[in-house]
């Protein structure tokens, strides 16, 4: 590893930034169509009067080369928050040097910090190298849970609202 790697949080300058990564990572997950996020919304999300997430950048040199954007949830089990990892991201030309794994571990000594439970995310089931580089953390898969999403009309029809208008 480089020990020009520094991680740093992003800043409201940073937003577009921050959408350009997540643009980024939609495209080599497959899933650039699924994405709707607007430089203003992300402001508001990231540095609002609510903040609901946040964002930490991996730089090479000062220049940002991956970032991961992350947020609390809450484990009743253990009475304790957790953190849970949403987006993590690597340019391809910095991969293999680390920087994934440092960002990771800046998440990890922030859940310690924070007297986190837990810190947890997804990875696509295709996503094979992805899932070799978790495993070889120390990360498990659970394979008993299932993710489920309401989204769209279906959540409007349950939230009792109309449905978007299309």
């Known amino acids: ?14 937003v577009p930034l921050v ?4 643009r980024d990572l939609a495209r080599y997950e497959r899933l ?7 430089e203003a919304q992300l402001a508001e999300a990231l540095f609002g009067e609510r903040r609901y997430a946040e964002v930490v950048f991996a730089c090479d040199g000062g220049v940002p080369v991956g970032f991961a954007l992350f947020f ?3 484990s009743t089990f253990k009475g304790r928050p957790g953190i849970y990892l949403e987006d993590l ?11 994934g794994k440092r960002l990771l571990a800046h998440l990890a000594r922030t859940a310690v910090e924070r007297r986190c439970a837990r810190l947890e995310w997804a990875v696509l089931d295709w996503n094979e190298p992805s899932i070799g580089f978790y495993r070889s953390l120390g990360a498990v898969p659970l394979e008993e849970w299932r993710v489920f999403r309401l989204a769209g009309d279906a959540l409007a029809l349950l939230a009792g609202s109309p449905p978007a208008q299309r």
Request: hydrophobic content about 35%; proline content about 5%.
């Open 1 to 14: 590893m480089s020990d020009t790697i520094t991680i740093r949080p992003a800043g409201r300058d940073d």
């Open 19 to 22: 959408l350009q990564f997540i």
């Open 32 to 38: 650039e169509h699924e994405v709707s996020a607007t």
């Open 72 to 74: 609390h949830n809450f």
């Open 89 to 99: 991201y690597v340019r391809p030309e910095a991969r293999g040097a680390g920087i």
